[in-house]
């Protein structure tokens, strides 16, 4: 009998494994806009453990809006390593960020500023911990309009979708679970998923995480995410307020404590670094992310852009406080006005700088 011809996911599902110690490292970085995640793959000798043994690598910066073309290399350094749950067997995800070939952080580069903060003693002392709620939207590729909607048409009223069950309220969720253990594999700490107020959105919340490698997990769950609505066939959108109108927005909820918030005394600690943040609450608005005073209107659980307000349970503030916290004395609070196209390198090393460093 003749050998049937291998079909395309044999050959994408080969394990490498049994022919060659080689290895494939797929290359993750930050574009241009600050929001496109680009990647190239390269074949390394042999299984790596730490981003120390990786080789630097450079791109073509002109194509993606980050160097003129007559001196385009970009030169990215290996950062954080992830098992690749694409690829599977020893193969990897590595995220890098981006630098001039004389060793300049370029613009685009949020990521060197955020290390320098968490590398701070006084802020590595406080074992900064964050639990970030990143939101999305999934639209169908060809409309750009949310998974689940009628085409050019509404679906009936916020109420039911939020942590839906059915077919009539939850659109998207074998893109989520799909996700959900994607991560997971990867090794980064997803502590969960829930279908979101609007239909069509989505929540996943990466956390507690260390300084820094909590900005690293988010940015490749993100990449994941690209990755899998590509082989869906969906389009995934980070914008603060996909649909104008009554309907939610996009957040990425930022959940914040140091080592002193979460020993005896910390509710007071917490109120202190609450009142810093209200005194920088503009500086803070402008790098929460790009359209989100589309979204910080004051209704659909926000607090409005212009407004710095905090509260105990309250999803109407900018900051709030979990009742756990308030009763404890201590524990952790929620920024809620990060937009859901934040940075989360810049967001995390900045909440560490005003709550640790920043002297009013």
Not at 202 to 218: N, S, Y
């Amino acid at each position: 009998i003749p050998r049937k011809m291998p079909a395309l996911a044999d050959l994408i599902n080969l394990d490498l494994s049994d022919s060659s110690e080689k290895i494939i490292a797929e290359y993750i970085w930050i574009g241009g806009s600050g929001l496109d995640m680009r990647s190239k793959a390269r074949t390394l000798p042999g299984p790596v453990k730490d981003p120390s043994e990786l080789p630097k690598w450079n791109y073509d910066g002109s194509s993606t809006g980050q160097a003129p073309g007559d001196d385009s290399e970009v030169i990215i350094y290996p950062q954080a390593i992830f098992k690749d749950p694409f690829r599977r067997g020893n193969n990897i995800l590595v995220m890098c960020d981006a630098y001039t070939p004389a060793g300049e952080p370029i613009p685009t580069n949020k990521r060197h500023a955020a290390a320098k903060i968490f590398s701070d003693p006084t802020v590595a002392a406080e074992e900064t911990w964050y639990g970030i709620e990143q939101e999305y939207t999934l639209l169908q590729k060809d409309t750009k309009w949310p998974v689940g909607w009628p085409v050019g048409g509404f679906p009936g009223p916020q109420g039911p979708y939020y942590c839906g069950v059915g077919a009539d309220k939850a659109f998207g969720r074998d893109i989520v679970d799909a996700h959900y253990k994607a991560c997971l594999y990867a090794g980064i700490n997803v502590s969960g998923t829930n279908g979101e107020v609007m239909p069509g959105q989505w929540e996943f919340q990466v956390g507690p995480t260390v300084g820094i490698a909590a900005a690293d997990q988010v940015w490749v769950a993100r990449y994941i995410l690209e990755r899998i609505t590509e082989l869906a066939g969906v389009v995934l959108s980070l914008d603060p307020k996909p649909i104008p109108g009554d309907w939610n927005g996009a957040g990425a909820h930022t959940n914040y404590s140091t080592k002193s918030m979460r020993e005896d005394g910390g509710y007071e600690i917490i109120k202190k670094a609450i009142e810093k943040l209200g005194l920088r609450h503009k500086e803070h608005i402008a790098a929460y992310g790009e359209g989100n005073e589309r979204r910080l209107t004051g209704r659909h659980e926000t607090a409005d852009i212009n407004t710095f307000l905090w509260g105990v349970a309250n999803r109407g503030a900018s900051i709030r406080v979990g009742r756990d916290t308030e009763k404890d004395g201590k524990g952790y609070f929620e920024d809620r006005r990060p937009a859901s196209n934040m940075d989360p390198y810049t967001v995390t090393s900045m909440v560490a700088e005003t709550t640790i460093l920043w002297k009013p």
